[in-house]
């Protein structure tokens, strides 16, 4: 038992190995106001910092190297499983099994999302059993009939929102409500197994895995799956077109990446607001022209000087 704050988290591992529960415990700290923010800068430092961050990502290789791109041999694997408030459980679990469309994923490395700890909490409701994560990088260990483009024993990304593509709601754009649902496309860790395991089903495999380059390490790519997809989502869903003007709120990771995007998709001007000057510094880098400290100054008064009246677009 480990006391957290006001709270008290039992976690419970299994034959001395250590659960992502208790990786996170010692990464972030006491649960607390802080949790969101010491999050937040130890995945801003896995993006950005040459330097090794001190927290480090939760890592499930298991398996011999040897075995990494093989079909699994035995039927069990190891699982963070959600029990009830304030108790996740490294559990022994059945491998899942895939269906014509699915991959399994040996998963090689996955983090602790700020959501997570919601679930831990019992702030954000799933289902008692439920295998929690959704951050996955992996091998593919095997692939359902019906996919295409992928092979046994590559190296990929799956995204922390799994939608099927094919649903009228998909097809519209708006994949993140798959199956006309409120957040319907976030699946892992939520409605289906989760990552915090050393296979996971990804479903609908053909609309949601993402190779990863040989050039790449795991941890170099272990924030696009939810960090960056989120940003860059942002930009996008804000049609940020070229030469407009734009303003992100806030440069945590998540708002780091909207920068990114917004340049990307070809904001001329960007003002960043932001009162922490780390952040700040790296949201310059990033291409914002002016960051905003909005604990000096008022946002929209110093925006429409800024704009010569005219504001963001």
């Known amino acids: 038992m480990k006391q957290r704050g006001a709270s008290q988290v039992e976690l419970h591992p299994i034959s001395g190995h250590r659960s992502p529960a208790e990786l996170a415990v010692d990464a972030a700290g006491p649960i607390g106001q802080g949790d969101l923010d010491v999050i937040s800068r130890s995945a801003t430092s896995r993006m950005f910092s040459p330097a090794p961050s001190t927290t480090r990502p939760v890592r499930t290789q298991l398996r011999a190297p040897s075995e990494a791109a093989s079909t699994p041999r035995r039927g069990t694997m190891k699982a963070a499983v959600f029990v009830r408030a304030g108790k996740i459980e490294l559990q022994e679990r059945p491998i899942p099994k895939i269906g014509h469309t699915d991959a399994l994923l040996r998963v090689t490395t996955t983090t602790i999302c700020g959501t997570d700890i919601h679930i831990l909490k019992g702030e954000y409701p799933v289902a008692a059993g439920r295998i929690v ?47 006309g649902k409120a957040i319907g496309g976030w699946k892992l860790g939520n409605t289906i197994d989760g990552c915090q395991a050393e296979y996971v089903r990804i479903p609908d495999a053909m609309a949601n895995l993402a190779l990863v380059p040989d050039n790449l390490t795991d941890e170099q790519v272990l924030m696009c799956p939810d960090i960056m997809s989120t940003g860059f989502g942002g930009a996008e869903s804000a049609h940020v077109r070229i030469g407009d003007v734009v303003a992100v709120f806030a440069q945590g990771p998540i708002g780091l990446c909207a920068t990114a995007g917004a340049r990307l998709k070809g904001a001329s001007r960007i003002f960043t607001i932001e009162s922490v000057a780390s952040r700040a510094e790296i949201s310059r880098k990033l291409g914002a022209e002016v960051v905003i400290d909005f604990e000096k100054e008022d946002v929209v008064a110093a925006i429409m000087k800024l704009t010569n009246g005219r504001g963001v677009d």
């Open 133 to 179: 994560g959704h951050e996955p990088v992996g091998t593919i260990a095997a692939l359902g009939a019906a996919v295409t483009g992928y092979e046994v024993g590559q190296r990929v990304i799956a995204g922390a929102i799994t939608p099927c593509g094919q649903c009228e709601t998909c097809l519209d754009g708006k994949s993140s409500q798959c199956g």
